[in-house]
Protein backbone atom coordinates (compact mmCIF):
# COMPACT_ATOMS: atom_id res chain seq x y z
CA UNK A 1 0.00 0.00 0.00
CA UNK A 2 1.27 3.31 -0.85
CA UNK A 3 2.19 5.52 1.90
CA UNK A 4 -0.27 8.97 1.82
CA UNK A 5 0.94 12.52 3.43
CA UNK A 6 -1.20 12.02 5.79
CA UNK A 7 0.33 8.53 7.29
CA UNK A 8 4.19 9.91 6.97
CA UNK A 9 2.90 12.86 9.38
CA UNK A 10 0.42 10.00 11.27
CA UNK A 11 -2.71 11.63 11.49
CA UNK A 12 -5.69 10.73 9.87
CA UNK A 13 -7.33 11.20 6.33
CA UNK A 14 -8.75 14.30 5.77
CA UNK A 15 -7.17 15.95 9.26
CA UNK A 16 -7.79 20.11 9.40
CA UNK A 17 -5.61 22.81 8.27
CA UNK A 18 -4.44 23.10 12.43
CA UNK A 19 -4.15 19.53 13.11
CA UNK A 20 -2.07 18.69 9.96
CA UNK A 21 0.43 21.89 11.01
CA UNK A 22 0.35 20.69 14.47
CA UNK A 23 1.51 16.82 13.39
CA UNK A 24 4.29 18.01 11.36
CA UNK A 25 5.62 20.42 14.45
CA UNK A 26 5.61 17.08 16.19
CA UNK A 27 7.85 15.29 14.00
CA UNK A 28 9.97 18.09 12.86
CA UNK A 29 10.71 18.51 16.72
CA UNK A 30 11.51 14.78 17.06
CA UNK A 31 13.66 14.46 13.41
CA UNK A 32 14.87 17.84 13.28
CA UNK A 33 18.67 17.60 12.08
CA UNK A 34 19.20 20.37 14.73
CA UNK A 35 17.55 18.05 17.85
CA UNK A 36 19.80 15.16 16.49
CA UNK A 37 17.42 13.38 14.05
CA UNK A 38 17.46 11.43 10.62
CA UNK A 39 17.86 14.76 8.22
CA UNK A 40 16.43 12.93 5.44
CA UNK A 41 13.19 11.62 7.17
CA UNK A 42 12.54 15.32 8.14
CA UNK A 43 13.19 15.98 4.31
CA UNK A 44 10.46 13.62 3.58
CA UNK A 45 7.64 15.05 6.69
CA UNK A 46 8.66 18.47 5.28
CA UNK A 47 7.61 17.53 1.84
CA UNK A 48 4.58 15.58 2.75
CA UNK A 49 3.43 18.76 4.90
CA UNK A 50 3.96 21.56 1.93
CA UNK A 51 2.05 18.75 -0.19
CA UNK A 52 -0.90 18.46 2.43
CA UNK A 53 -1.05 22.93 2.45
CA UNK A 54 -1.89 22.38 -1.89
CA UNK A 55 -4.28 19.46 -1.39
CA UNK A 56 -1.81 16.81 -2.38
CA UNK A 57 -2.19 13.38 -0.92
CA UNK A 58 0.05 11.38 -2.23
CA UNK A 59 3.94 12.08 -2.43
CA UNK A 60 5.69 12.60 -5.96
CA UNK A 61 6.23 9.41 -7.70
CA UNK A 62 9.66 8.72 -8.57
CA UNK A 63 8.69 9.77 -12.43
CA UNK A 64 6.96 12.84 -11.42
CA UNK A 65 9.90 13.61 -9.74
CA UNK A 66 12.10 13.57 -12.53
CA UNK A 67 9.99 15.54 -14.73
CA UNK A 68 9.65 18.00 -12.56
CA UNK A 69 13.34 18.10 -13.01
CA UNK A 70 14.86 20.17 -16.45
CA UNK A 71 17.83 18.65 -18.72
CA UNK A 72 20.98 19.40 -16.60
CA UNK A 73 24.71 17.74 -17.05
CA UNK A 74 25.20 18.48 -13.58
CA UNK A 75 25.41 15.92 -10.47
CA UNK A 76 26.59 12.18 -11.11
CA UNK A 77 26.80 11.07 -14.49
CA UNK A 78 23.88 7.74 -13.27
CA UNK A 79 21.86 11.02 -11.97
CA UNK A 80 22.57 12.64 -15.40
CA UNK A 81 21.48 9.59 -17.48
CA UNK A 82 18.57 8.67 -15.58
CA UNK A 83 16.82 11.84 -15.24
CA UNK A 84 17.55 12.78 -19.15
CA UNK A 85 16.49 9.65 -20.55
CA UNK A 86 12.65 10.88 -19.48
CA UNK A 87 13.00 14.46 -19.79
CA UNK A 88 14.53 13.53 -23.31
CA UNK A 89 11.59 11.47 -24.17
CA UNK A 90 8.64 13.56 -23.13
CA UNK A 91 10.41 16.94 -24.50
CA UNK A 92 11.30 14.96 -27.66
CA UNK A 93 7.17 14.84 -27.90
CA UNK A 94 6.63 18.16 -27.83
CA UNK A 95 8.72 19.30 -30.58
CA UNK A 96 7.50 17.03 -32.87
CA UNK A 97 3.76 18.67 -32.16
CA UNK A 98 5.87 21.65 -32.58
CA UNK A 99 6.99 20.88 -36.05
CA UNK A 100 3.50 19.75 -37.27
CA UNK A 101 2.07 22.87 -35.91
CA UNK A 102 4.28 25.42 -37.65
CA UNK A 103 4.48 23.58 -40.71
CA UNK A 104 0.97 23.76 -40.77
CA UNK A 105 1.01 27.24 -40.52
CA UNK A 106 3.59 27.34 -43.54
CA UNK A 107 1.36 25.47 -45.56
CA UNK A 108 -1.74 27.74 -45.32
CA UNK A 109 1.00 30.86 -44.89
CA UNK A 110 -1.13 32.12 -41.46
CA UNK A 111 0.31 33.23 -38.33
CA UNK A 112 -0.07 32.18 -34.63
CA UNK A 113 1.85 31.54 -31.86
CA UNK A 114 1.82 28.50 -29.35
CA UNK A 115 3.50 27.44 -25.86
CA UNK A 116 5.38 24.11 -26.02
CA UNK A 117 6.44 22.19 -23.24
CA UNK A 118 5.29 22.50 -19.42
CA UNK A 119 6.36 25.02 -16.69
CA UNK A 120 7.81 21.87 -15.13
CA UNK A 121 9.90 20.55 -18.29
CA UNK A 122 10.19 24.60 -19.32
CA UNK A 123 8.30 26.23 -21.96
CA UNK A 124 8.80 27.33 -25.42
CA UNK A 125 6.97 30.36 -27.20
CA UNK A 126 6.78 29.70 -30.86
CA UNK A 127 5.19 31.88 -33.20
CA UNK A 128 4.62 31.93 -36.95
CA UNK A 129 5.19 35.79 -38.05
CA UNK A 130 3.72 37.02 -41.38
CA UNK A 131 7.10 37.39 -43.22
CA UNK A 132 7.06 33.46 -42.19
CA UNK A 133 10.14 33.46 -40.01
CA UNK A 134 9.93 31.16 -36.90
CA UNK A 135 10.18 32.91 -33.68
CA UNK A 136 11.57 30.35 -30.35
CA UNK A 137 11.73 31.73 -27.06
CA UNK A 138 13.00 30.06 -23.99
CA UNK A 139 15.35 27.04 -24.02
CA UNK A 140 15.64 24.36 -26.34
CA UNK A 141 16.77 21.50 -23.94
CA UNK A 142 15.92 18.12 -26.24
CA UNK A 143 14.49 16.87 -29.32
CA UNK A 144 14.54 17.36 -32.87
CA UNK A 145 12.56 20.69 -35.16
CA UNK A 146 12.67 20.97 -38.56
CA UNK A 147 11.14 24.32 -40.27
CA UNK A 148 11.32 25.68 -44.09
CA UNK A 149 12.19 28.89 -43.49
CA UNK A 150 14.13 31.47 -41.13
CA UNK A 151 14.07 30.90 -37.35
CA UNK A 152 14.69 33.51 -34.91
CA UNK A 153 15.79 32.23 -31.51
CA UNK A 154 15.58 33.84 -28.17
CA UNK A 155 17.21 31.40 -25.33
CA UNK A 156 19.90 28.47 -25.06
CA UNK A 157 20.23 25.32 -26.87
CA UNK A 158 21.16 22.14 -24.85
CA UNK A 159 21.02 18.80 -25.33
CA UNK A 160 20.47 15.93 -23.11
CA UNK A 161 23.69 13.30 -22.14
CA UNK A 162 23.74 9.87 -23.14
CA UNK A 163 21.36 9.12 -25.43
CA UNK A 164 21.62 10.01 -29.04
CA UNK A 165 17.39 9.03 -29.59
CA UNK A 166 16.24 12.39 -28.28
CA UNK A 167 19.42 14.35 -29.29
CA UNK A 168 18.97 18.17 -29.81
CA UNK A 169 18.28 18.65 -33.83
CA UNK A 170 17.29 21.92 -35.19
CA UNK A 171 17.56 22.05 -38.79
CA UNK A 172 16.24 24.94 -41.30
CA UNK A 173 15.99 23.88 -45.06
CA UNK A 174 15.36 27.34 -46.30
CA UNK A 175 16.79 30.81 -44.67
CA UNK A 176 18.66 31.89 -41.49
CA UNK A 177 18.97 30.96 -38.08
CA UNK A 178 19.74 34.02 -35.91
CA UNK A 179 19.94 34.54 -32.29
CA UNK A 180 19.00 37.95 -30.69
CA UNK A 181 21.80 39.64 -29.87
CA UNK A 182 23.84 36.67 -28.94
CA UNK A 183 26.94 38.27 -27.31
CA UNK A 184 24.70 40.99 -25.26
CA UNK A 185 22.22 38.28 -23.91
CA UNK A 186 25.07 35.61 -23.55
CA UNK A 187 23.29 32.72 -25.56
CA UNK A 188 24.77 29.78 -26.07
CA UNK A 189 24.82 26.39 -27.69
CA UNK A 190 26.18 23.84 -25.60
CA UNK A 191 26.34 19.81 -24.59
CA UNK A 192 25.91 18.31 -28.27
CA UNK A 193 23.45 20.21 -30.01
CA UNK A 194 23.30 20.11 -34.09
CA UNK A 195 22.19 23.13 -36.10
CA UNK A 196 21.82 22.48 -39.49
CA UNK A 197 21.33 25.24 -41.72
CA UNK A 198 21.01 24.32 -45.66
CA UNK A 199 21.01 27.37 -47.75
CA UNK A 200 21.82 30.36 -44.88
CA UNK A 201 23.67 31.62 -42.44
CA UNK A 202 23.83 30.84 -38.50
CA UNK A 203 24.18 34.14 -36.35
CA UNK A 204 25.01 32.76 -33.01
CA UNK A 205 26.91 33.31 -29.36
CA UNK A 206 29.14 31.05 -27.26
CA UNK A 207 29.21 27.51 -28.54
CA UNK A 208 30.08 24.41 -25.92
CA UNK A 209 30.24 20.70 -26.49
CA UNK A 210 30.68 18.55 -23.53
CA UNK A 211 33.80 15.50 -22.75
CA UNK A 212 33.06 13.38 -19.73
CA UNK A 213 34.82 10.06 -18.42
CA UNK A 214 32.56 6.84 -17.68
CA UNK A 215 33.00 3.87 -16.26
CA UNK A 216 34.31 1.00 -18.01
CA UNK A 217 31.73 -1.25 -19.45
CA UNK A 218 32.88 -4.38 -18.56
CA UNK A 219 33.75 -2.97 -15.11
CA UNK A 220 37.29 -2.90 -14.37
CA UNK A 221 37.25 -0.65 -10.96
CA UNK A 222 39.53 2.68 -11.40
CA UNK A 223 39.54 2.17 -15.29
CA UNK A 224 37.26 5.05 -17.34
CA UNK A 225 36.58 5.69 -20.94
CA UNK A 226 36.23 9.37 -22.56
CA UNK A 227 32.78 9.85 -24.49
CA UNK A 228 32.30 13.66 -25.83
CA UNK A 229 28.91 15.49 -26.86
CA UNK A 230 30.59 17.24 -30.06
CA UNK A 231 28.31 20.32 -30.49
CA UNK A 232 27.67 20.68 -34.62
CA UNK A 233 26.79 23.81 -36.49
CA UNK A 234 26.85 23.31 -40.36
CA UNK A 235 26.08 26.07 -43.36
CA UNK A 236 27.70 24.51 -45.97
CA UNK A 237 26.82 27.52 -48.42
CA UNK A 238 26.79 30.46 -45.65
CA UNK A 239 28.42 32.09 -42.50
CA UNK A 240 28.50 31.66 -39.22
CA UNK A 241 29.28 33.51 -36.85
CA UNK A 242 29.81 32.59 -33.55
CA UNK A 243 31.78 34.21 -30.43
CA UNK A 244 34.06 32.24 -28.40
CA UNK A 245 34.39 27.94 -29.89
CA UNK A 246 35.20 25.90 -26.65
CA UNK A 247 35.41 22.12 -25.86
CA UNK A 248 34.39 19.57 -28.32
CA UNK A 249 32.75 21.72 -31.38
CA UNK A 250 32.41 21.27 -35.17
CA UNK A 251 31.92 24.08 -37.65
CA UNK A 252 31.17 23.94 -41.29
CA UNK A 253 30.58 26.52 -43.33
CA UNK A 254 31.23 28.54 -46.88
CA UNK A 255 32.93 31.30 -44.16
CA UNK A 256 33.34 31.15 -40.44
CA UNK A 257 33.95 34.19 -38.07
CA UNK A 258 34.77 33.28 -34.28
CA UNK A 259 36.43 34.80 -31.83
CA UNK A 260 38.84 32.31 -29.69
CA UNK A 261 38.99 28.51 -30.44
CA UNK A 262 39.79 26.34 -27.81
CA UNK A 263 40.24 22.22 -26.85
CA UNK A 264 39.24 20.24 -29.98
CA UNK A 265 37.55 22.62 -32.01
CA UNK A 266 37.40 21.41 -36.47
CA UNK A 267 36.16 24.62 -38.16
CA UNK A 268 35.93 24.04 -41.90
CA UNK A 269 35.57 26.66 -44.38
CA UNK A 270 36.70 28.77 -47.40
CA UNK A 271 36.97 31.85 -45.56
CA UNK A 272 38.11 31.66 -42.10
CA UNK A 273 37.98 35.10 -40.32
CA UNK A 274 39.31 34.80 -36.37
CA UNK A 275 39.20 38.10 -34.32
CA UNK A 276 40.37 36.71 -31.22
CA UNK A 277 44.01 35.98 -29.67
CA UNK A 278 43.53 32.28 -28.61
CA UNK A 279 43.46 29.06 -30.96
CA UNK A 280 45.05 26.43 -28.63
CA UNK A 281 47.17 23.22 -29.81
CA UNK A 282 44.36 20.62 -30.52
CA UNK A 283 42.24 22.73 -33.00
CA UNK A 284 41.99 21.73 -37.18
CA UNK A 285 41.44 24.00 -39.45
CA UNK A 286 40.09 22.43 -42.61
CA UNK A 287 40.66 24.79 -45.83
CA UNK A 288 38.85 24.46 -48.57
CA UNK A 289 40.35 25.48 -52.38
CA UNK A 290 41.25 29.00 -53.06
CA UNK A 291 40.32 29.91 -49.41
CA UNK A 292 42.26 32.13 -46.75
CA UNK A 293 42.65 32.21 -42.93
CA UNK A 294 42.51 35.67 -41.25
CA UNK A 295 43.85 36.27 -38.19
CA UNK A 296 42.60 40.35 -36.90
CA UNK A 297 43.93 40.63 -33.41
CA UNK A 298 47.07 42.75 -33.33
CA UNK A 299 49.36 40.01 -31.68
CA UNK A 300 52.20 38.39 -32.73
CA UNK A 301 51.69 35.04 -34.28
CA UNK A 302 53.90 33.44 -31.49
CA UNK A 303 50.89 33.47 -29.67
CA UNK A 304 49.14 30.86 -31.50
CA UNK A 305 49.84 27.32 -30.45
CA UNK A 306 52.85 25.89 -32.86
CA UNK A 307 50.41 22.69 -32.74
CA UNK A 308 47.36 24.21 -34.70
CA UNK A 309 46.47 21.97 -37.93
CA UNK A 310 45.44 23.58 -41.21
CA UNK A 311 44.26 21.18 -43.67
CA UNK A 312 43.67 21.17 -47.17
CA UNK A 313 41.38 19.63 -49.56
CA UNK A 314 44.35 17.74 -51.31
CA UNK A 315 45.11 16.05 -47.92
CA UNK A 316 47.93 18.06 -46.97
CA UNK A 317 48.09 18.90 -43.37
CA UNK A 318 50.26 21.75 -42.37
CA UNK A 319 50.71 22.63 -38.65
CA UNK A 320 51.17 26.05 -37.35
CA UNK A 321 54.94 26.08 -36.96
CA UNK A 322 56.08 25.02 -40.38
CA UNK A 323 54.52 28.41 -41.60
CA UNK A 324 55.38 30.47 -38.77
CA UNK A 325 59.46 28.78 -39.99
CA UNK A 326 58.67 29.67 -43.79
CA UNK A 327 57.76 33.32 -42.36
CA UNK A 328 54.91 34.09 -43.66
CA UNK A 329 56.07 37.71 -44.97
CA UNK A 330 58.14 36.09 -47.86
CA UNK A 331 55.50 33.24 -48.97
CA UNK A 332 52.71 36.06 -49.42
CA UNK A 333 55.50 37.91 -52.06
CA UNK A 334 56.48 34.58 -53.66
CA UNK A 335 53.16 33.40 -54.49
CA UNK A 336 50.18 35.75 -53.89
CA UNK A 337 50.86 38.96 -56.33
CA UNK A 338 47.29 40.03 -55.50
CA UNK A 339 47.59 39.66 -51.41
CA UNK A 340 46.33 43.04 -51.15
CA UNK A 341 43.26 42.07 -52.17
CA UNK A 342 42.85 40.08 -48.93
CA UNK A 343 45.04 42.14 -46.52
CA UNK A 344 45.43 45.66 -47.58
CA UNK A 345 49.12 45.20 -47.74
CA UNK A 346 49.49 43.75 -44.26
CA UNK A 347 50.92 39.96 -43.60
CA UNK A 348 52.83 40.84 -41.04
CA UNK A 349 52.68 40.10 -36.76
CA UNK A 350 51.66 43.06 -35.03
CA UNK A 351 48.73 44.06 -37.23
CA UNK A 352 47.31 40.57 -37.98
CA UNK A 353 48.05 38.30 -41.23
CA UNK A 354 46.55 36.20 -43.80
CA UNK A 355 47.64 32.64 -44.70
CA UNK A 356 45.84 31.77 -48.48
CA UNK A 357 45.52 28.36 -49.79
CA UNK A 358 47.82 28.90 -52.59
CA UNK A 359 50.58 30.08 -50.43
CA UNK A 360 50.26 26.51 -48.23
CA UNK A 361 50.33 24.37 -51.31
CA UNK A 362 53.57 26.04 -52.12
CA UNK A 363 54.81 25.79 -48.88
CA UNK A 364 57.37 23.36 -49.81
CA UNK A 365 58.31 25.26 -52.80
CA UNK A 366 62.06 27.31 -52.10
CA UNK A 367 60.99 31.02 -53.22
CA UNK A 368 63.06 32.42 -56.46
CA UNK A 369 64.69 34.94 -54.77
CA UNK A 370 64.83 35.90 -50.95
CA UNK A 371 62.51 38.41 -49.76
CA UNK A 372 63.10 38.88 -45.91
CA UNK A 373 62.31 41.98 -44.72
CA UNK A 374 61.16 41.31 -41.52
CA UNK A 375 61.37 37.71 -39.26
CA UNK A 376 59.45 35.73 -36.58
Known amino acids: MVESNYDILGIADGSTEKEIRDGFRRLALQFHSDKG ?6 IKIKQAYEDLKTGKKYPDTDLERLRKSRVFSGDSEEDIKRKNLILGQELAKEMQAAQEWAS ?30 LSIKGNFMAGELSYDGPIIMQGNITSPSWTEEFRTKIHVTRGDFKFVDPIENKYKIENGAIIIIDNGNAVIGNIFGRKYRVQDPEGRVGIYLTQENRTKILAPK ?28 KISGREILLYGSKVTYDVIIELKKNGIIRFFESFSVQGISNDVK ?13 IKTKKIKDLADEFVPNKTDYNKGDTMVGKGFTITYQMLENLDKKPAKSRWKIGF
Open 37 to 42: GDNEQF
Open 104 to 133: ALNRSNSTDSRLFGSKTLGEMELERKANGS
Open 238 to 265: GKIIAENVVNTVSLEGDTIIALNLENDV
Open 310 to 322: IRLENGKEIRLFD
